[in-house]
């Protein structure tokens, strides 16, 4: 089997170890880090998104394939060349004000960067105003906001109207997730978009990215 193939089955079976392990041996024989990247550690936790959509696993065993990647982003991402490397796009993600709880919004942040998104990530417990002010200095491109207390909805039309506020704001979107949240709740608040997992979170933000 193809050493690339099982850098994509290691991770799918959340064996960081293993992850890493073969990343050396491939590094060792000249392949490029992008290369590992792109048919290693994204081509598995594609299939981790395909069979979480389809039931197929749950939320441990993302979680689990999730670490691996970062265990294997970590160790590549210093031997990638700029000129090589493509940035999508720029988010500033965080779990609003009032909340702290961050297991999805870790997973998302994760599953974004191996995507090819630069991700700011602001923690929880965020005040929608520390919200606007990093992604009009950083210039992102997209604002990601999670919650998953229905006490703390509020916050997110809180960001939102802070940002349509500002006269820097360019073309900033913005996303929301989280338990309580849906799409009728996104339109209402003016969101641009809602996801309701990480593994939507990250095909919606790309669209987003690029229109």
């Known amino acids: 089997m193809e050493i690339l193939t099982q850098v994509s089955m290691a991770l799918q079976e959340g064996d960081d170890q293993q992850v890493s392990t073969l990343i050396n041996t491939l590094l060792e024989e000249g392949v490029k880090p992008e290369k590992i990247i792109d048919k290693g550690l994204i081509a598995g936790m594609d299939i981790i998104g395909i069979k979480f959509k389809a039931h197929e696993i749950f939320l441990p065993d993302v979680l689990l394939a999730a670490k691996a990647m970062e265990i294997g982003m970590e160790k590549l991402k210093p031997l990638l060349s700029l000129s090589s490397t493509t940035v999508i796009g720029k988010i500033v993600l965080g779990t609003v004000h009032g909340d702290l709880h961050d297991i999805g919004k870790n997973l998302v942040a994760i599953m974004l960067k191996g995507a090819g998104f630069e991700v700011i990530d602001l923690g929880k417990n965020v005040e929608p105003k520390y919200f606007v002010e990093t992604a009009l200095k950083a210039q992102a491109d997209i604002i990601g906001l999670s919650t998953l207390l229905t006490t703390t909805m509020p916050v997110m039309k809180n960001v939102v109207d802070l940002l349509r506020k500002s006269d820097s704001s360019r073309n900033v979107k913005v996303i929301i997730g989280g338990a309580p949240t849906s799409k009728e709740f996104a339109l209402d ?19 987003l990215a690029l229109s």
């Open 189 to 207: 608040i003016g969101a641009d978009a809602y996801a309701f997992d990480a593994v939507s979170a990250v095909d919606r933000i790309k669209i």
